[in-house]
Structure formats: structure tokens, C-alpha cells
């Protein structure tokens, strides 16, 4: 089940407003450019941003995502009818041979148990034509970036249109392991509601990521630096061999 800030109406309905600045996924539009990719699967496709994204630009882009009320908001997006929308996950995806598969963000992070982790490769790879690519990133556990996961650091408040004034803020609840879990906070000013939404990340290690891509049959090509974050994640460049 996906978080209440993917799942819930109203939190889906304030992702992008609240986060307009999705400069990041231009480096994964760049990849599919340099990879030549014509057909795209973006994994965690959220409220659509980088599938419309890809689409506009003319690439065949399919979009899943467990979330039915992100999907929802990306349905209803200028272009949206260029993109082919799946509510569900990697592990149940119709017959295709894309170019390319993305995990852009957390949503790599978000597949938090490994047997959920090692099913998602494997249906992302039966999803790839011999020879695709996937590419995702995850953020380097040395870094820590938890420690910046509190109100002090991430408050804001915006006024948005039709919606109001919106105040949002994230507080980190549990550091165990690789495992670090955190709450948002949405008060919406309109009627005084406030929401809350817990989420837990994984933060795997790049020898443990390796490891993963290689048992699930991929090759890895490249661990690039992420350009937005320098020196705070990596960008794993894997492809599926040749049959």
C-alpha cells in the first residue's frame, strides 16, 4: 500500500505545487537521450511529472504506480493521454520491450523489504528488451541525509491556487539500521486540517546495490554522481544482456 502522501486526495493533489523544482529528473531525460531510448517504463511514476515529461519530447512512455490517487492527478494533466497509465507495481506489468526503465527520487529507497526489492528487479528486467537499460538512484548512506529531516529544515508555507495556504513540514521519527523512517506534516488553512504521512526508506550501500543488480541478472555499466546532489547519491546505469 502506498504512503498517504501518494495515496490520500488531498496530499496528492498538493505533490507538485508544493515541490515545482523538478529540475532532478532532466538528468534522467538526458540518459534516455544518450541511451537513445525510444520506450520508456517509469517505475513510481507518481503524479506523472517525468512520464509527461518524456512524452512531450516524444518517447512512448508507460507509467506505473501503486498510488491510484497520484495516478489520478497525472491522468489529469495536459498530454496525459500520450502516456500509458498501470495502477500496480513492477511485479505485475503487461508484456513490453522498453528501451529503458527509471526509478526516479525515492522509489528505489521506497521498496523497503528485500524480497519486494529483488521481485521489482525482476520484473523490471522481463520488462526490458535484451539490451534495455535501467536506471535509478540512491542516496549514499554515508552522507546521513536524515539528520536534515526536521521542521527547523524543511518548513514552508505556500498559497496555492484554488487550494489556500498551505503550511508542510517533515520530522524524522526512527533511525534502525538501513532503515530510516520519517512523518510529513500538511496544514491546510482553508478548514484547519492537518494530515500526516509516515514513510521508512532504505539506504543501501553501493556493494550491497551491486550485488542486487548482479544476482537479478543485470550487468552494470556505470555508477554515475547524481549532478543536482553532487557527492550525495549514486545513479546506477544497469542493463539487461543480450539474449
Not at 502522501?5 to 508544493?18: G, M, T
Not at 515541490?19 to 520508456?40: F, M, T
Not at 526509478?103 to 528485500?114: D, G, K
Request: glycine fraction near 10%.
Amino acid at each position: 500500500m502506498a504512503d498517504a502522501i501518494f495515496e490520500h486526495p488531498r496530499l496528492a493533489a498538493v505533490y507538485d505545487p508544493l515541490d515545482p523544482d523538478r529540475g532532478d529528473l532532466e538528468v534522467y531525460a538526458a540518459i534516455a537521450a544518450e541511451l537513445g531510448a525510444r520506450s520508456v517504463l517509469d517505475v513510481g511514476c507518481g503524479t506523472g511529472t517525468f512520464a509527461l515529461l518524456l512524452a512531450g519530447r516524444g518517447l512512448e512512455v508507460t507509467g506505473v504506480d501503486p498510488a491510484a490517487a497520484s495516478l489520478d492527478v497525472a491522468r489529469g494533466k495536459p498530454g496525459a493521454e500520450r502516456v500509458r497509465w498501470i495502477h500496480g507495481d513492477a511485479t505485475a506489468l503487461p508484456p513490453m520491450r522498453a528501451d529503458l526503465a527509471t526509478m526516479t527520487a525515492n522509489v528505489a529507497q521506497a521498496i523497503v523489504e528485500p524480497a519486494d526489492w529483488r521481485a521489482t528487479l525482476a520484473g523490471v528486467r522481463a520488462s526490458l528488451r535484451p539490451g534495455g537499460h535501467l536506471v535509478f538512484e540512491t542516496r549514499d548512506p554515508a552522507r546521513k541525509a536524515w539528520l536534515e529531516w526536521n521542521r527547523a529544515a524543511t518548513y514552508q508555507v505556500a498559497e496555492l491556487p484554488g487550494l489556500g495556504r498551505v503550511e508542510q513540514w517533515y520530522d524524522l521519527l526512527d533511525v534502525s539500521g538501513p532503515l530510516v523512517t520519517f512523518r510529513g506534516t500538511w496544514v491546510f488553512a482553508s478548514d484547519g486540517q492537518v494530515l500526516t504521512s509516515d514513510s521508512t526508506l532504505r539506504f543501501r550501500e553501493r556493494d550491497e546495490v551491486e550485488a542486487d543488480l548482479s544476482a537479478g541478472g543485470y550487468t552494470l555499466e556505470e555508477v554515475r554522481d547524481a549532478p543536482d546532489r553532487p557527492g550525495r547519491e549514486f545513479v546506477f546505469l544497469a542493463r539487461r544482456p543480450e539474449d
